[in-house]
């Protein structure tokens, strides 16, 4: 039996949990808002305004708190990509999700104290979390400050291409978030991923 490994500290779980319920909010709110059409609203066009505005000025602070937290933490230093051997290690790790996984190979990069991501999850998640992230926020702030946006932008309304560009993140953090699910029933068993996000042992 392989040993456990306490790799989730508490201020990880919780920021993680939250992280999660005001995208899942976003998201909802986000559709709704889109969709806006008396048959079609998930939530009231009201509500979702409302509810949309406070969970993005909460992920806000969220985002600067995990920020914060990685520059100051070791927790940080599972998000450096050693670029040195880096390309080689990524496509051993595609290669065992399309192939190696359904022979029953051993996972070429197993968790470890030092090592919590493996190179595809690595670079995802830097991709999501330091600049996906990090756009969407300041996307929504100009629009949800539209006096600080560009009037015109390439002769279309700063406005119009603000929100395009909003919407364009959310889609693409909503299609990783939905990899991201699929990719933690691939453990132990189907539910030891989700296990390790609530007590903090891998």
């Excluded at 039996?1 to 319920?21: G, T």
Aim: aromatic content about 20%; proline content about 4%.
């Amino acid at each position: 039996m392989k040993e456990k490994i306490y790799l989730y500290p508490i201020w990880v779980r919780i920021w993680h949990w939250l992280n999660a319920l005001l995208f899942l909010l976003l998201v909802l709110t986000g559709l709704s808002m889109q969709y806006a059409a008396k048959d079609s609203l998930l939530f009231p066009f009201n509500v979702s305004v409302t509810v949309h505005n406070t969970c993005g000025i909460i992920l806000v602070f969220n985002f600067l708190f995990f920020a914060f937290a990685n520059r100051f933490t070791w927790n940080g230093k599972y998000y450096n990509i050693r670029w040195k051997r880096y390309g080689k290690e990524l496509w051993r790790q595609i290669r065992f999700y399309s192939y190696g996984i359904f022979k029953k190979e051993p996972h070429p990069f197993p968790v470890t104290k030092k090592r919590k991501f493996n190179p595809l999850q690595q670079l995802s998640y830097v991709i999501a979390m330091y600049i996906l992230i990090p756009l969407i926020i300041i996307s929504g702030i100009g629009l949800l400050f539209p006096e600080i946006t560009l009037n015109v932008l390439f002769g279309k309304s700063g406005i119009w291409l603000t929100d395009l560009f909003h919407q364009f993140l959310g889609f693409s953090l909503t299609i990783f978030w939905l990899i991201h699910l699929y990719f933690c029933t691939i453990g132990k068993t189907a539910t030891s991923n989700f296990k390790s996000m609530i007590d903090g042992w891998h």
